[in-house]
């Protein structure tokens, strides 16, 4: 009942918190164990959040053991089905982890035609690319057939996320559910050879997760692919904007991802000048507080006047319901971001103490100013009812005009603070890595 209650919650949390979650492959998922869901794990707690609330049946959760503390917390975990595993951090210095007690636990899970979750990598890290799949599912899967002489039906549910940014409010997710590997058809292998049997499992894991997720192979050209897809979606394809068709843009990503690979092969020296020039493309729009979208032709064509206008008459009219949702919900919208700085731990948990901090500090702020509303202005039944609702869209619109003031702020800086050398430049560049992508797509 309580974990029904929280999937409810988490569920709106979910739809509050990301600008979209698209989620594509619904269809693959198995309506009953035993199942191992296995996923790539760039953002912490909110990963086994998201799957937890696409996936209808109850899951358990493989976690690090380094959480199970004390023993309220282990009293918690054990309701919602975590069970702990042991990496070598997580162990003395120089001492091998014992999973004995893990892999009998998970059997015994399995057994009972149940379906948990595990993150294979190991551990989260803010990056976008697949790290190293550890073989540890592969050898709770397997060993749990062979206790079963392999008709025991278990199946592995690879589900890959990709975020376009795994750490920003409002961001977008993007949730490809793969179709089910059956651990069946690797039981010749597995008997004649227990290690490559494991190994192959291990393996077709990774490529079933890998073709939905971008691959880099550092920072550098993670953040060479990131800048070439917001080139790519702002000047060449801009209907594939990541903010109006999110899938198709981080499918996009990994396309380009691909491309990048190849081309840094079998054209070096283009691959170095196109980078260089599109780094300091960025470099240059940074420094003057700018987005790539003022030097689409659309914006150069477009009569300043008019824009600038436009946007005052906005202001102007949606005001009111601006400064009424700033007061209402300026501080449940801060805290979050207060208490993470205050923490001081790793960017990774930067979305899941937001999301979770967020949880508590809304609906607590809201009822105090209902009761506030209900004792000092009116108690009148209907118009406390319509005031959480209320609360909600002038907290949309509150955002929505502070990007938009944002935005005014930009367009008058690009209008009468920019320099026009500056602006040739830019312009220059853009046209220059056109022509750079332009050649790469002719020899790929």
């Known amino acids: ?64 053991a380094s959480i199970f503390v004390n023993k309220l917390l282990n009293t918690i975990f054990s309701y919602f089905h975590l069970i702990p595993i042991y990496r070598k951090k997580d162990v003395i210095p120089g001492q091998k982890p014992d999973n004995k007690n893990t892999f009998i636990r998970c059997h015994e899970y399995l057994e009972q035609g149940r379906t948990f979750l595990i993150f294979p990598e190991g551990s989260s890290h803010y990056e976008l690319k697949l790290r190293e799949i550890k073989t540890g599912t592969a050898r709770i899967a397997l060993s749990f057939e062979a206790l079963k002489n392999f008709n ?39 008997l004649s050879n227990n290690i490559e049997g494991v190994s192959n499992l291990t ?13 880099t192979s550092g920072k550098d050209q993670e953040n060479f692919l990131i800048k070439a897809h917001k080139f790519y979606t702002a000047y060449q394809n801009p209907k594939l904007n990541l903010y109006q068709n999110p899938k198709q843009s981080l499918v996009l990503r990994n396309k380009i991802s691909k491309a990048l690979r190849y081309l840094n092969k079998q054209d070096p020296l283009l691959y170095q000048n196109t980078q260089t020039k599109l780094l300091s493309f960025f470099n240059i729009l940074k420094k003057e507080k700018l987005t790539s979208g003022f030097f689409t032709n659309h914006f150069l064509k477009k009569n300043k006047a008019i824009v600038m206008l436009n946007y005052i008459l906005k202001f102007i009219l ?3 319901l601006y400064l009424f949702g700033v007061l209402i919900n300026y501080a449940p919208y801060i805290l979050p971001s207060k208490i993470f700085k205050a923490l001081n731990i790793d960017i990774e948990y930067k979305t899941s103490v937001q999301m979770l901090t967020g949880l508590i500090t809304f609906p607590l702020f809201y009822t105090l100013e209902i009761w506030l509303f ?47 050398d500056t602006k040739l430049i830019v312009l220059q560049l853009r046209d220059e890595i056109l022509n750079n992508m332009e050649t790469a797509k002719e020899s790929l």
């Open 203 to 215: 393996e077709d894991i990774r490529k079933t997760l890998a073709k939905n997720i971008p691959h």
């Open 374 to 420: 209900r004792n000092y202005i009116s108690d009148n039944f209907w118009l406390t009812m319509l005031l959480p609702i209320l609360f909600l869209v002038t907290g949309y619109i509150a955002m929505f005009y502070w990007i938009e003031i944002k935005r005014f702020i930009r367009i008058l800086r690009f209008s009468f603070f920019m320099k026009s």
């Open 152 to 190: 025991g039906d278990l199946k592995i549910l690879p589900i890959a996320l990709d975020y376009s940014d795994a750490i920003q409010f409002r961001s977008m997710v993007s949730v490809t559910i793969n179709p089910p590997l059956s651990v069946y058809d690797y039981k010749e292998l597995y």
């Open 1 to 64: 009942m309580i974990y029904l209650f929280l999937k409810r919650i988490i569920h709106i949390s979910l739809f509050f918190f990301f600008k979209k979650v698209v989620v594509v492959g619904k269809e693959n998922i198995p309506q009953k164990g035993p199942l191992i869901i296995v996923a790539n794990h760039p953002n912490t707690v909110i990963d086994p959040l998201i799957i937890a609330a696409i996936i209808k049946q109850r899951i358990g959760f493989i976690a690090n």
């Open 318 to 320: 949606i005001s009111p």
